[in-house]
Protein backbone atom coordinates (compact mmCIF):
# COMPACT_ATOMS: atom_id res chain seq x y z
CA UNK A 1 0.00 0.00 0.00
CA UNK A 2 1.39 3.23 -1.26
CA UNK A 3 1.92 6.41 1.07
CA UNK A 4 -0.82 8.18 -0.60
CA UNK A 5 -3.00 5.04 -0.39
CA UNK A 6 -2.92 5.31 3.52
CA UNK A 7 -3.33 8.76 3.37
CA UNK A 8 -6.55 8.60 1.35
CA UNK A 9 -7.87 5.04 3.48
CA UNK A 10 -7.32 7.62 6.90
CA UNK A 11 -9.23 10.04 5.77
CA UNK A 12 -12.34 7.65 4.57
CA UNK A 13 -12.29 6.23 7.95
CA UNK A 14 -12.29 9.25 9.98
CA UNK A 15 -15.14 10.20 7.64
CA UNK A 16 -16.79 7.48 8.36
CA UNK A 17 -16.34 7.44 11.97
CA UNK A 18 -19.62 9.56 12.67
CA UNK A 19 -21.84 6.65 11.05
CA UNK A 20 -20.02 3.84 12.80
CA UNK A 21 -21.87 3.39 16.25
CA UNK A 22 -24.34 0.96 15.43
CA UNK A 23 -27.20 -0.30 17.89
CA UNK A 24 -28.96 -3.49 19.03
CA UNK A 25 -32.70 -4.03 18.42
CA UNK A 26 -34.67 -2.06 21.23
CA UNK A 27 -37.58 -4.18 21.90
CA UNK A 28 -38.59 -6.24 25.06
CA UNK A 29 -38.16 -9.71 24.94
CA UNK A 30 -41.07 -11.34 26.90
CA UNK A 31 -43.27 -9.95 23.63
CA UNK A 32 -41.48 -12.05 20.98
CA UNK A 33 -44.40 -14.84 21.27
CA UNK A 34 -47.08 -12.18 21.12
CA UNK A 35 -49.62 -12.06 18.53
CA UNK A 36 -48.63 -8.97 16.84
CA UNK A 37 -45.81 -9.86 14.91
CA UNK A 38 -45.24 -6.09 12.47
CA UNK A 39 -43.27 -3.80 14.06
CA UNK A 40 -42.23 0.02 13.35
CA UNK A 41 -40.05 1.82 15.33
CA UNK A 42 -38.52 5.52 15.53
CA UNK A 43 -35.27 6.49 17.06
CA UNK A 44 -33.52 9.36 18.29
CA UNK A 45 -30.54 10.18 20.05
CA UNK A 46 -26.68 10.92 20.15
CA UNK A 47 -24.40 7.74 18.01
CA UNK A 48 -21.40 9.68 17.19
CA UNK A 49 -23.90 12.13 16.19
CA UNK A 50 -27.60 13.64 16.50
CA UNK A 51 -29.86 11.15 14.63
CA UNK A 52 -33.02 9.98 13.61
CA UNK A 53 -34.22 6.27 12.68
CA UNK A 54 -37.06 4.65 10.91
CA UNK A 55 -37.21 1.21 10.90
CA UNK A 56 -39.61 -1.87 10.69
CA UNK A 57 -39.69 -5.57 11.92
CA UNK A 58 -41.75 -8.47 11.62
CA UNK A 59 -41.71 -11.82 13.84
CA UNK A 60 -41.39 -15.28 12.30
CA UNK A 61 -41.04 -18.83 13.33
CA UNK A 62 -38.18 -21.02 12.53
CA UNK A 63 -37.91 -24.13 13.62
CA UNK A 64 -40.56 -23.86 16.18
CA UNK A 65 -38.48 -20.39 17.81
CA UNK A 66 -39.76 -16.93 17.57
CA UNK A 67 -36.87 -14.40 14.99
CA UNK A 68 -37.06 -11.00 14.43
CA UNK A 69 -36.59 -10.23 10.70
CA UNK A 70 -35.90 -6.34 10.66
CA UNK A 71 -34.10 -3.68 8.68
CA UNK A 72 -33.68 0.33 9.22
CA UNK A 73 -32.89 3.58 7.82
CA UNK A 74 -30.55 6.39 10.14
CA UNK A 75 -29.69 9.77 8.94
CA UNK A 76 -28.29 12.32 11.55
CA UNK A 77 -31.16 14.91 12.01
CA UNK A 78 -28.46 18.22 12.44
CA UNK A 79 -28.30 19.81 9.52
CA UNK A 80 -30.22 16.54 7.64
CA UNK A 81 -27.94 15.31 4.77
CA UNK A 82 -29.24 11.78 3.19
CA UNK A 83 -25.72 11.72 1.47
CA UNK A 84 -24.82 10.41 5.20
CA UNK A 85 -26.79 7.35 5.73
CA UNK A 86 -26.83 3.89 7.35
CA UNK A 87 -29.46 1.18 5.99
CA UNK A 88 -29.55 -2.09 8.21
CA UNK A 89 -30.82 -5.15 7.41
CA UNK A 90 -30.68 -8.02 10.37
CA UNK A 91 -31.63 -10.38 12.43
CA UNK A 92 -32.59 -11.02 15.72
CA UNK A 93 -32.19 -14.81 17.37
CA UNK A 94 -32.82 -15.72 21.18
CA UNK A 95 -30.47 -17.79 22.15
CA UNK A 96 -31.57 -18.59 26.08
CA UNK A 97 -34.39 -17.94 28.33
CA UNK A 98 -34.51 -18.81 32.25
CA UNK A 99 -38.31 -17.52 33.53
CA UNK A 100 -38.15 -13.73 32.81
CA UNK A 101 -34.34 -13.88 31.89
CA UNK A 102 -33.37 -13.60 28.25
CA UNK A 103 -30.77 -13.75 26.07
CA UNK A 104 -30.45 -12.92 22.34
CA UNK A 105 -27.91 -12.29 19.45
CA UNK A 106 -28.03 -10.03 16.50
CA UNK A 107 -26.72 -10.33 13.51
CA UNK A 108 -26.96 -7.31 10.85
CA UNK A 109 -25.63 -6.62 7.62
CA UNK A 110 -24.99 -2.84 6.96
CA UNK A 111 -24.25 -0.25 4.17
CA UNK A 112 -23.15 3.08 5.10
CA UNK A 113 -22.83 6.25 2.96
CA UNK A 114 -21.20 9.93 3.09
CA UNK A 115 -19.94 12.59 1.25
CA UNK A 116 -16.88 14.67 1.93
CA UNK A 117 -14.96 16.77 0.05
CA UNK A 118 -12.37 13.98 -0.36
CA UNK A 119 -15.17 12.35 -2.35
CA UNK A 120 -17.88 10.03 -1.31
CA UNK A 121 -17.74 6.78 0.13
CA UNK A 122 -19.81 3.24 0.47
CA UNK A 123 -18.54 1.14 3.10
CA UNK A 124 -20.28 -2.21 3.65
CA UNK A 125 -19.79 -3.86 7.05
CA UNK A 126 -21.43 -6.06 9.50
CA UNK A 127 -22.58 -5.63 13.20
CA UNK A 128 -22.68 -8.50 15.85
CA UNK A 129 -24.32 -8.25 19.26
CA UNK A 130 -26.10 -9.50 22.09
CA UNK A 131 -28.50 -8.36 24.66
CA UNK A 132 -29.63 -9.87 27.58
CA UNK A 133 -31.30 -8.85 31.10
CA UNK A 134 -34.97 -9.08 32.94
CA UNK A 135 -37.84 -9.07 30.82
CA UNK A 136 -41.34 -8.55 32.33
CA UNK A 137 -44.31 -7.66 29.99
CA UNK A 138 -44.64 -4.65 31.52
CA UNK A 139 -40.99 -3.43 31.61
CA UNK A 140 -37.32 -4.82 31.12
CA UNK A 141 -33.87 -3.82 32.10
CA UNK A 142 -30.69 -5.51 30.28
CA UNK A 143 -27.26 -5.08 28.80
CA UNK A 144 -25.50 -5.12 25.61
CA UNK A 145 -22.52 -5.53 23.69
CA UNK A 146 -21.53 -5.74 20.05
CA UNK A 147 -18.97 -5.27 17.88
CA UNK A 148 -19.46 -2.95 14.59
CA UNK A 149 -17.36 -3.99 11.83
CA UNK A 150 -16.89 -1.88 8.75
CA UNK A 151 -15.07 -4.30 6.49
CA UNK A 152 -14.45 -2.30 3.06
CA UNK A 153 -15.22 1.10 1.72
CA UNK A 154 -15.23 1.90 -2.01
CA UNK A 155 -14.36 5.59 -2.09
CA UNK A 156 -15.25 7.85 -5.52
CA UNK A 157 -12.61 10.88 -5.46
CA UNK A 158 -13.53 14.38 -6.17
CA UNK A 159 -12.33 16.58 -8.51
CA UNK A 160 -11.40 18.81 -5.78
CA UNK A 161 -8.92 16.16 -4.01
CA UNK A 162 -7.66 15.27 -7.59
CA UNK A 163 -6.98 18.91 -8.60
CA UNK A 164 -5.16 19.95 -4.71
CA UNK A 165 -4.55 16.65 -3.27
CA UNK A 166 -3.26 13.86 -5.46
CA UNK A 167 -4.25 13.70 -8.68
CA UNK A 168 -4.12 9.94 -9.81
CA UNK A 169 -5.95 8.49 -7.03
CA UNK A 170 -7.53 5.69 -8.54
CA UNK A 171 -11.68 5.07 -7.53
CA UNK A 172 -12.76 2.12 -6.15
CA UNK A 173 -12.74 -1.06 -3.05
CA UNK A 174 -10.09 -0.82 -0.07
CA UNK A 175 -9.91 -3.44 1.93
CA UNK A 176 -8.69 -1.92 5.09
CA UNK A 177 -11.21 -2.18 7.81
CA UNK A 178 -12.40 -0.48 10.72
CA UNK A 179 -14.42 -1.05 13.61
CA UNK A 180 -16.18 -0.17 17.29
CA UNK A 181 -17.00 -1.82 20.51
CA UNK A 182 -19.77 -1.03 22.31
CA UNK A 183 -21.22 -1.52 25.49
CA UNK A 184 -23.93 -0.20 27.93
CA UNK A 185 -27.94 -1.02 29.22
CA UNK A 186 -31.26 -0.80 27.89
CA UNK A 187 -34.35 -0.24 30.11
CA UNK A 188 -38.11 -0.36 28.78
CA UNK A 189 -41.69 0.27 29.62
CA UNK A 190 -44.40 -1.42 27.78
CA UNK A 191 -47.64 -0.78 27.48
CA UNK A 192 -50.72 -2.17 24.93
CA UNK A 193 -49.27 -2.10 21.80
CA UNK A 194 -45.96 0.49 22.30
CA UNK A 195 -42.49 -0.04 23.71
CA UNK A 196 -40.94 2.62 24.61
CA UNK A 197 -36.86 2.02 25.27
CA UNK A 198 -34.31 4.11 27.01
CA UNK A 199 -30.01 3.04 25.77
CA UNK A 200 -26.75 4.26 26.71
CA UNK A 201 -23.28 2.94 26.97
CA UNK A 202 -19.67 3.65 25.16
CA UNK A 203 -18.21 3.13 21.80
CA UNK A 204 -14.59 2.27 21.52
CA UNK A 205 -12.29 2.06 18.76
CA UNK A 206 -10.28 -0.94 17.84
CA UNK A 207 -7.15 -0.21 20.29
CA UNK A 208 -9.86 0.31 23.32
CA UNK A 209 -9.86 4.04 22.83
CA UNK A 210 -12.74 6.14 23.44
CA UNK A 211 -14.32 8.24 20.60
CA UNK A 212 -14.83 11.91 19.80
CA UNK A 213 -18.29 11.55 21.39
CA UNK A 214 -17.54 8.93 24.45
CA UNK A 215 -21.02 8.09 24.89
CA UNK A 216 -23.96 6.70 23.23
CA UNK A 217 -27.91 7.50 24.19
CA UNK A 218 -31.00 7.09 22.41
CA UNK A 219 -34.86 6.70 23.04
CA UNK A 220 -37.00 4.67 20.93
CA UNK A 221 -40.84 4.27 20.30
CA UNK A 222 -41.80 0.97 19.05
CA UNK A 223 -45.55 -0.08 17.67
CA UNK A 224 -46.70 -3.92 17.35
CA UNK A 225 -49.78 -4.79 15.52
Do not use: C
Not at 57 to 82: C, E, H, K, Q, S
Not at 157 to 166: K, L, M, N, T, V
Not at 202 to 223: E, F, I, S
Request: net charge positive; hydrophobic share 45%.
Amino acid sequence: MTPRTMVTMTMALLALATPLAAVAQEINLAGLDDERVNRVHLRTGAEDAFVAGLGYARAVRILGRPVLLYGDLTVPWAGLDFSDYRVRAGVLVPIVRAGRWHLAGTFVPTLRGIEEPIGTMTNLGVDFGAVGGFYARRWFVAGELGFDWAITTHITHSDAYRAHGYAAARDGWYAPAGGTFRYGGQAGASFGRFDVVLRAGQPRDLKGKTLAMPLYATLTVDMRW
